[in-house]
């Protein structure tokens, strides 16, 4: 990352499930328990994993039909989506656990006075009632879900709207995010994109591809503040 190309940011978005946290193992026991409640065999984690991504509806529809684009039978999703958001609200962070250095980067990044905002396709409430079960959601000025506006990711409105909330030009924006979604969202809105290398998507695939190349990739999130620090704080070595 060159810390140049960062002089002019005013604000940073994070994307949640892969980026701030890995939640895979709540995700995939409210899977396996919604496959058992309709007579279905269970996925393995992995499998679920590659599902993740594009809001919980989604999510349902892939675990019904074992693919990632096929849509299951609208009264069989609504009962299984029903299930699965009553599971899942109540299993939230049985497992799921924040990334070792987020909290660690999140801080830092206050610390210069910078907004921060969550953008993930997780419905709002989930995503609100599991940052504030992981003592996350105080760093956030804002927290976007999948169905707070009329667009998600890779729509890059919730982006623009972020930053219209947040009083700053969404070209001094960073969006960090693990998956496409957060890449193309951000290519789309003008702001620059931060790939993270230990989420679900896989950083190095999506590099082969323009449309998907983020503007850079990081190993851990206090790796922004390292970069943003000089921009702040001149004599800092």
Not at 81 to 88: E, G, I, K, N, R
Not at 189 to 216: H, I, Q, R, W
Request: with cysteine; charged share 20%; proline share 6%.
């Amino acid at each position: 990352m060159n810390p140049t190309t960062l002089a002019h940011v005013q604000a940073a978005a994070f994307d949640l499930d892969g980026t701030l946290c890995d939640s895979i193992p709540d995700l995939a026991a409210a899977a396996n328990a919604t496959c058992q409640h309709m007579g279905l065999p269970t996925l393995p984690d992995k499998v679920v994993e590659s599902y993740v991504g594009d809001g919980i509806a989604k999510l349902v529809h892939r675990i019904l039909t074992e693919t990632r684009e096929e849509e299951a039978p609208q009264s069989q999703w609504e009962e299984a989506f029903a299930f699965f958001m009553q599971y899942y609200r109540e299993h939230l962070s049985d497992f799921t656990r924040a990334y070792p250095e987020t909290e660690a980067g999140l801080g830092l990044l206050k610390s210069l006075g910078i907004p921060l905002a969550v953008i993930t396709n997780k419905n709002e409430l989930l995503a609100v009632e599991l940052l504030k079960q992981l003592k996350l959601a105080d760093y956030f000025s804002l927290i976007l879900g999948g169905d707070s506006l009329s667009e998600k990711k890779p729509n890059p409105l919730p982006l623009q709207h972020a930053a219209e909330v947040l009083g700053v030009d969404v070209k001094n924006m960073l969006m960090v995010g693990d998956s496409h979604n957060d890449i193309l969202a951000a290519k789309a809105a003008g702001c620059m994109s931060v790939g993270v290398s230990f989420g679900y998507g896989n950083m190095a695939e999506l590099s082969k591809k323009s449309s998907t190349k983020p503007d850079c990739v990081i190993n851990s999130l206090p790796e922004i503040y390292e970069n943003l620090r000089p921009q702040t704080d001149p004599d800092n070595k």
